[in-house]
Nanobody, 119 residues
Framework: QVQLVESGGGLVQPGGSLRLSCAAS????????MRWYRQAPGKQREWVAT???????YVADSVRGRFTISRDNAKNTVYLQMDSLKPEDTAVYSC?????????????WGQGTQVTVSS
């Protein structure tokens, strides 16, 4: 069983920055790809960024140039650096660990952390 715990959310003014963290336990973290998703009130969950087990990064068009995903396998942690935040970035941000194997796709989710961008 994998446990994921997000932290770092909060209230920030437009144009500000936050760094989210997602700490994993109970597994060999380096084997897993990691993703960040977000869900705003009344909207569907939206993919934000991915970092694969080998370190390849992908980000959604809506956050490209403003958000950066990274990982520290020694600390079993994935990060989401969010800069130039906008009110439309307000959402609950959740991390996801995924592993593709011959037996199928395994997914684990954290509980989420609230990010509010408002003046």
């Amino acid at each position: 069983q994998v446990q994921l715990v997000e932290s770092g959310g909060g209230l920030v003014q437009p144009g500000g920055s936050l760094r989210l963290s997602c700490a994993a336990s109970g597994t060999i973290f380096s084997m897993y790809g990691m993703r960040w998703y977000r869900q705003a009130p009344g909207k569907q969950r939206e993919w934000v960024a991915t970092i694969t087990s080998s370190g390849t990064k992908y980000v959604a068009d809506s956050v490209r140039g403003r958000f950066t995903i990274s990982r520290d396998n020694a600390k079993n942690t994935v990060y989401l650096q969010m800069d130039s935040l906008k009110p439309e970035d307000t959402a609950v941000y959740s991390c996801n660990a995924y592993l593709t194997s011959p037996s199928g796709l395994t997914n684990y989710w954290g509980q989420g952390t609230q990010v509010t961008v408002s003046s």
